[in-house]
């Protein structure tokens, strides 16, 4: 079999983390646990943080019998978040799931990537250090929207070309674009610091004052592609009140100290990376990307059930290799070797069930996509030497890693205790009722019943309950550019019931 040429693995420092998805913040970092005033429900080894309680409630749909954030309501979410937990300690090791392979895939994907949240979290993002004057100049613009044009290219040597004459005054820019793209229409647009854009837009616009028709550039924004933009104009938006002030000043130090952070977070890859060497086999690769192109290119239809069933019903859609099972054939192929090992299809298939592709590029040219395919796979690899590097610093025993594995790992649990009672209660039977008439006429009994039989074992801080602000605005919270980009369970919908009449109060 031929082989590709060597891919060095300086291709795959690029990484966009988010600490979104975990409350990295609630760990006492002096002995790495949850501070009693954090949690608000213990049952037994399991806990009910206020941040988990504040994201399960805020960063899903909740469902309308418990949407409002009124005290009832917020009640009968937190009795929800418990009978959630009850529901998991009634089916718990008995259960089929714990001894099915992709259901602790799963899970071990998620906890892998909360390490990995963590691990960029201690090694860079507390790690900044601001710079006063940086912050004062950043405050200063970011109050700022920009009128732009601009173009792009895909040769860095010729963007280098056209940056030199333009600098030297020998071309306008007008006149490059025209050189370029004749009398095409010059694309316009606006740029503002409050929206998210490319790390590298942001720093060539914000983080110092330009002036009216300055062109900067070429600002690097892919593997190939480079933009020129020309300043047009531009408005301020002031800030008057002094929360205002504050809030613009916590929102500019949060984004510059994210920005440090992916600075030190790329060397710290690099540092990991370092001497590797990845290569791929020609003849097995270009069999595997045929399967994953003939999965990412579905129809419109296909495409639309699939968003359907992971956005209203929480489920991962992701591309796999269950097309191969029974080939055993293709499976034994070598795919590509890294640091002396040979991963065969086999072991590449595995390691899908626990960390899914994840794509640069959200929408793919079909030529382009052999190249976002082979870039898929080197991230991957990226990743399991990231969490090589956490498991060697003992972060999957981190308190935030392991509250955030079980409340993934008891909503999976729960879900299935309540389809399997709902089975038993309705004879099998279809039954055509909505949602809250299914709770209240199948779950809220059957919950009444395991909130009688844990009664004595659970405890609820009633201080920290009480403290908790809620409000009514639907939210459907992901983190992009990550294996698993929904941040939290789908809501539990179990009990529409309001009462607090077990349990007893935590101990302060």
């Not at 005033?37 to 806990?47: F, G, H, L, N």
Request: overall charge negative; aromatic content about 12%.
């Amino acid at each position: 079999m031929k082989t590709f040429k060597s891919w060095f693995v300086r291709f795959i420092i690029v990484l966009s983390i988010s600490i979104l998805g975990i409350s990295i913040q609630s760990c006492s970092k002096k002995s790495d646990e949850i501070s009693s005033d954090k949690i608000i429900v213990k049952i037994d080894d399991r806990t009910i943080t206020v941040d988990e309680f504040i994201r399960r409630a805020e960063y899903t749909i909740r469902p309308a019998y418990c949407k409002m954030d009124n005290y009832i309501h917020k009640k009968i979410v937190l009795n929800s978040l418990i009978a959630e937990k009850l529901l998991a300690l009634e089916s718990d090791e008995d259960s089929p799931l714990m001894k099915n392979e992709n259901f602790q895939a799963h899970i071990r994907g998620r906890k892998e990537q909360a390490m990995r949240q963590v691990l960029y979290y201690q090694e860079a993002y507390e790690k900044v250090k601001l710079d006063t004057g940086e912050v004062r100049t950043t405050f200063n613009l970011a109050g700022r929207t920009y009128d732009v044009s601009h173009f792009s290219l895909s040769d860095g040597k010729k963007a280098q070309a056209i940056a030199d004459s333009l600098n030297s005054g020998d071309w306008t820019f007008n006149e490059v674009h025209q050189g370029i793209w004749g009398n095409e229409e010059i694309t316009k647009r606006q740029v503002g610091w409050e929206e998210r854009n490319h790390e590298a837009i942001e720093k060539a616009l914000f983080t110092e004052p330009l002036k009216m028709d300055q062109v900067v550039g070429p600002i690097q924004v892919g593997d190939d592609e480079f933009i020129f933009i020309k300043i047009d104009g531009w408005t301020d938006s002031r800030v008057i009140t002094e929360q205002m002030v504050q809030q613009r000043h916590l929102d500019v130090r949060e984004r510059l100290t994210h920005n440090h952070a992916g600075q030190i977070w790329t060397d710290i890859v690099l540092d990991i990376m370092k001497d590797k060497r990845l290569e791929f086999v020609e003849d097995t690769y270009w069999k595997i990307n045929e399967i994953f192109f003939n999965q990412y290119y579905v129809t419109e239809k296909e495409k639309k059930d699939a968003f359907n069933r992971k956005f209203w019903q929480g489920e991962d859609v992701e591309l796999t290799l269950d097309d191969l099972e029974g080939d055993e054939d293709i499976l034994n192929y070598p795919f590509f070797s890294i640091d002396g090992k040979v991963w065969t299809v086999k072991e590449f298939k595995k390691l899908l069930l626990s960390h899914p592709l994840v794509f640069r590029e959200s929408k793919i040219p079909a030529s382009d996509f052999p190249k976002q395919f082979k870039l898929a796979v080197v991230d991957l690899i990226r990743d399991k030497y990231i969490t090589d590097e956490a498991y060697k610093m003992k972060l999957d025993q981190n308190s935030v890693v392991k509250s955030n594995t079980s409340m993934w790992e008891d909503s999976f649990l729960a879900s299935y205790q309540k389809a399997e009672h709902l089975y038993r209660a309705t004879n099998g039977k279809k039954v055509s009722v909505t949602q809250e008439v299914q709770v209240e006429q199948y779950m809220n009994p059957y919950i009444d019943s395991l909130q009688e039989k844990y009664s004595d074992r659970i405890d609820i801080n009633m201080d920290a309950f009480e403290k908790i602000k809620l409000t009514h605005i639907d939210m459907y919270v992901t983190q992009r550019d990550m294996p698993y980009q929904v941040v939290v369970p789908s809501f539990p919908t179990v009990t529409t019931d309001n009462r607090l009449d077990y349990g007893k109060l935590m101990e302060k």
